[in-house]
């Protein structure tokens, strides 16, 4: 079945210390999205690309970065995480975007403890 | 400032009954609304959606219900099935620089009881 996974499904890290979190998909698109989601509030859009098009959301911070190799794979690094990082964290895709009805597929998500 | 809400956290339906998510948005601008459905350890996966054209969209037991006047949206399950319980997420469809990117309320967590 065509999918978009994610890696690890929990991940641990300590205050300060790098942490890459993978997306993988089969569906073969050309978006893919990063969201964070904390408890009990909204996913928020972090970046996305379109093929190799990086686009960030203004508020998103610099801490956050990624990195798409190819159009499968696409990564989130955290580069110093603070405690305030911890949160559910989840990759999207959608064929191209540019349509209004051009719906996005989850990941799982990757839950982010940050000690 | 939240453009999509989502004001009940929760709800309790008995089986059998009609289920009412409610869904609010502020920005007139939004021309697409959509229902994710996620169950725990899983993502949100899509349900149902509705263009700004139509008032309605029916499928099979999900109908979701536009009021752009009202900037409301709802998403009615009849009858309620105890494997709708789940989180539902209301999402608003916007284009910005050339794609379309999801604005997300807060989800409301539905629980439908036996």
């Known amino acids: 079945d065509a999918m978009v996974i994610q890696n690890p499904r929990y991940q641990v890290t300590q205050f300060g210390k790098p942490v890459t979190l993978s997306c993988s998909q089969t569906l073969n698109h050309n978006v893919m999205y990063w969201y964070q989601q904390k408890s009990s509030q909204a996913p928020k859009l972090l970046f996305h690309?379109?093929?190799?098009?990086?686009?960030n959301e203004a508020d998103t911070p610099d801490n956050f970065q990624s990195r798409r190799p190819n159009t499968s794979f696409c990564f989130l690094d955290i580069r110093s995480p603070g405690l305030g990082d911890a949160a559910m964290y989840l990759c999207?895709?959608?064929?191209?975007?540019?349509?209004?009805?051009?719906?996005?597929?989850f990941g799982p998500g990757t839950r982010l403890t940050v000690l | 400032d939240q453009q999509v809400k989502q004001n009940s956290p929760s709800l309790s339906v008995q089986e059998g009954r009609i289920s009412i998510l409610n869904c609010d948005y502020t920005?007139?601008?939004?021309?697409?609304f959509l229902w994710y459905k996620k169950y725990p350890a899983e993502g949100p996966t899509f349900l149902i959606s509705i263009s700004s054209i139509k008032d309605k969209n029916e499928d099979g037991r999900f109908t979701v219900f536009l009021n752009k006047s009202a900037k409301h949206l709802s998403l009615h399950i009849v009858p309620s099935q105890p494997g709708d319980s789940a989180v539902y997420f209301c999402?608003?469809?916007?284009?910005?620089?050339?794609?379309?990117?999801?604005?997300f309320g807060t989800g409301t967590r539905l629980k439908v009881l036996a």
């Open positions: 690309y379109y093929d190799k098009d990086f686009n």
């Open positions: 920005n007139s601008m939004f021309d697409y």
């Open positions: 999402a608003a469809s916007a284009r910005d620089s050339g794609t379309y990117k999801y604005i």
């Open positions: 999207a895709t959608s064929r191209d975007g540019l349509g209004i009805t051009d719906t996005q597929y």
